[in-house]
């Protein structure tokens, strides 16, 4: 949207002259002054200039399709695939390692205190220290098919016919029963 309200469609094709957006692009954010955006095929992790949607960089290997993404540091964030979550360097746009004991489709992912929480296609939540890059820990929820912070701190997840609250600095969890089913797509 313009500052006059006006809404402009596919501005990254305006940008560039082109779309630089791979197949099936479903996630986008903001980290920075950069738009990251992650797509399942193709140009799976774009990186553009948030203000002018000039595409800085593009990756097509991301380790398997993309799903998501999280900012840790200046340097630093993770993408999640289809095969677990991998680490970023935003220095240089390499995408590398992937982070021990993620393995499966990974979605949803939220940056909370000194946790990272990513949802699992496996009904389970991981939780990674971005510090050591190392999986703390994964917590059972049956149906999770997202998460997101509230503005108590805690981060809850949707779990079809529950929802789950995690205190992030403890990990303590709390599941509570919802009287209709939740949307989990």
């Known amino acids: 949207f313009g500052a ?3 809404m402009q469609y596919n501005v990254e094709t305006l940008a560039n002259g082109t779309n630089p957006l791979g ?3 479903q996630y986008g954010t903001i980290y ?3 738009f990251y955006t992650i797509s399942k095929q193709g140009a799976r992790l774009v990186t553009f ?3 002018t949607m000039k595409m800085l960089s593009s990756v097509s290997e991301i380790g398997g399709d993309g799903r998501a993404f999280v900012g840790i540091t200046t340097e630093k964030a993770y993408v999640g695939t289809t095969d677990g979550i991998r ?3 935003l220095t240089t746009g390499a995408v590398g390692d992937k982070i021990e004991g ?3 489709e990974v979605g949803t992912m939220e940056r909370v ?5 990513a949802t699992s296609r496996n009904d389970i939540i991981y939780v990674v220290d971005p510090a050591t890059d190392a999986l703390v820990t994964s917590i059972e929820a049956s149906g999770v098919s997202g998460l997101t912070v509230a503005r108590d701190g805690y ?3 949707n779990c079809g016919s529950s929802v789950m609250r995690i205190n992030p600095v403890d990990l303590q969890t709390v599941t509570s029963d919802v009287t209709n089913s939740l949307p989990t797509q």
């Open 23 to 25: 197949n099936t692009s």
């Open 155 to 157: 981060v809850w997840a």
């Open 87 to 89: 680490i970023v360097d």
């Open 113 to 117: 205190g000194n946790y990272v929480f």
């Open 4 to 6: 006059d309200g006006t």
């Open 32 to 34: 920075g002054n950069r």
């Open 49 to 51: 200039d948030a203000a």
């Open 102 to 104: 993620t393995s499966d």
